[in-house]
């Protein structure tokens, strides 16, 4: 995780989940669910994104009613 936050990007190796964030994602898409956390991870992993900047969004939300 530290390598990540640094913006190292490691590729060699698969942890566990990668592809359940994947797969997440499209599920919370079909079933019209907002999956913010999922949503961050997808991002870093497959679209490059920093990390840093997907944790500062995901702790600058505004708040809302999640039931």
């Known amino acids: 995780a530290c390598?990540?936050?640094?913006?190292?990007r490691r590729r060699e190796k698969l942890?566990?989940?990668?592809?359940?964030?994947?797969?997440?994602?499209?599920?919370?898409e079909q079933l019209g669910v907002d999956l913010p956390i999922t949503t961050a991870v997808y991002?870093?992993?497959f679209e490059y994104?920093?990390?840093?900047?997907?944790l500062s969004a995901l702790f600058t939300r505004?708040?809302?009613e999640e039931f």
């Open 49 to 54: 994104s920093n990390a840093k900047d997907e």
């Open 15 to 28: 942890a566990e989940g990668v592809m359940t964030s994947k797969a997440m994602l499209r599920l919370g």
């Open 62 to 64: 505004s708040i809302k």
């Open 43 to 45: 991002r870093i992993l």
């Open 3 to 8: 390598q990540i936050l640094r913006g190292e």
